[in-house]
């Protein structure tokens, strides 16, 4: 493994964490992440400075077993979003584990909380992860803060969130459309493999340490199981779906949802950004 990174990190921008996630991130598309970040946190504050209301906007979580090809859909999926969605003020943004993180140790967000309401939940959330959620921040975890931080981007809306438990600590916002991607794992190796130019016994030790980490994860943090359907909106199986209209289904049925279920909370009350 060691040495098919090593060869590729000119052209890749490579993460590797002590929870076992591994993703490798073209360098061009990783600068144009983080560009729309930026803007995108620009565009907030901004907005944030004028004294009128704030209109709801819809936001995406996105839970996926390793190879299922969002790493190289998330670029079309924000670009594709930005020419349907009309809610759209500063721009749609992806954020991964990375992003996130980058979010957190700048401080970025630091001054901004969002209060987790369980009686809000659409969705089953742990009596574990509610009162996690519900902690005093002089009490916070690094779990708190990364939570935290994935709240208040999809409080704002228009933001993507990849992983992280995301679904589940945003359970309770009524904006934020959760999806989870998933594949036949011979299809997930033989794409990790040629993605990433690997072998497949390299490709297939990658998929079981990735989707492992990400199970132990959910259930360490949320008691709960990734693969429950009942925790999401829409699960989709990538096999034998093209890129194009991959991005298609997530962002038309994230649209047509926020539609239907946002019409009448839209102009009524402002986001609830606590400073």
């Keep these: 493994m060691r040495s098919h990174t090593q060869g590729l990190r000119s052209n ?10 591994f993703w490798l991130i073209p360098m061009q598309q ?7 970040m930026e803007q995108f946190l620009r565009g907030h504050f901004a907005q944030r400075s004028q004294p009128s209301g704030e209109e709801i906007r819809p936001s995406l979580t996105i839970s996926r077993q390793c190879g299922t090809r969002c790493d190289r859909i998330r670029r079309d999926l924000v670009e594709y979003l930005e020419s349907i969605d009309e809610s759209t003020v500063h721009g749609w943004a ?13 401080q970025m967000l630091q001054n901004q909380s969002v209060e987790f309401r369980p009686e809000k939940s659409r969705m089953q959330v742990s009596s574990q992860l509610a009162k996690t959620l519900q902690l005093p921040a002089e009490h916070w975890t690094l779990f708190n803060h990364c939570a935290n931080t994935t709240r208040s981007l999809c409080k704002i809306g228009n933001a993507i969130i990849l992983g992280r438990a995301g679904n589940f600590v945003t359970a309770d916002l009524a904006n934020t459309f959760h999806v989870r991607l ?9 794409y990790t493999r040629q993605r990433y130019n690997l072998s497949g016994n390299e490709a297939g030790s990658i998929l079981q340490k990735v989707d492992h980490s990400r199970t132990n994860f959910v259930k360490r943090f949320a008691d709960a199981e990734i693969g429950d359907s009942a925790h999401y909106h829409l699960v989709i199986n990538t096999d034998h779906i093209s890129d194009e209209i991959l991005v298609r289904i997530i962002a038309d049925s994230l649209i047509e949802w926020s539609r239907r279920e946002l019409t009448d909370r839209r102009n009524i009350a402002p986001i609830s950004l606590h400073s």
């Design 12 to 21: 890749f921008y490579f993460c590797d964490y002590n929870e076992g996630s």
């Design 30 to 36: 990783r600068n144009f992440h983080i560009q729309r």
């Design 94 to 106: 992806c954020f991964d584990q990375s992003l996130i993180g980058k979010l957190i140790e700048e």
């Design 182 to 190: 998933v594949g036949t794992e011979s299809i997930r190796r033989d």
